[in-house]
Nanobody
Framework: QVQLVESGGGLVQTGGSLRLSCTSSKITFSPNAMGWYRQAPGKQRELVARISSGGSTIYADSVKGRFTISRDNAKNTVYLQMNSLKPEDTAVYYC?????????????WGQGTQVTVSS
């Protein structure tokens, strides 16, 4: 069974930093992209950052210049470095593995890790 295991969340003050990690296992067919999403209470889940298999990245406008997504293929791990954190970054952060355009397509999700930024 495919597993995406996130770690690195926690409580941090405004302006602080955190690094999230997501390690995948048992994914037989390589994803097109790995990404981080977040969901704050009462809000919809939103894309934070995504990195393709080729290494190209996209970011939500709200995190550009503060967050950096990267991957270590040898470790099957994707990271999200979060700097200059703001209270509005508070949310549950989810790791995603996405594959489309070829069989089998899928979206796998981790269990989520809580990030809380205090003002």
């Amino acid at each position: 069974q495919v597993q995406l295991v996130e770690s690195g969340g926690g409580l941090v003050q405004t302006g602080g930093s955190l690094r999230l990690s997501c390690t995948s296992s048992k994914i037989t067919f390589s994803p097109n992209a790995m990404g981080w999403y977040r969901q704050a209470p009462g809000k919809q889940r939103e894309l934070v950052a995504r990195i393709s298999s080729g290494g190209s990245t996209i970011y939500a406008d709200s995190v550009k210049g503060r967050f950096t997504i990267s991957r270590d293929n040898a470790k099957n791990t994707v990271y999200l470095q979060m700097n200059s954190l703001k209270p509005e970054d508070t949310a549950v952060y989810y790791c995603n593995a996405h594959r489309d355009g070829t069989f089998p397509s899928y979206d796998y999700w981790g269990q989520g890790t809580q990030v809380t930024v205090s003002s």
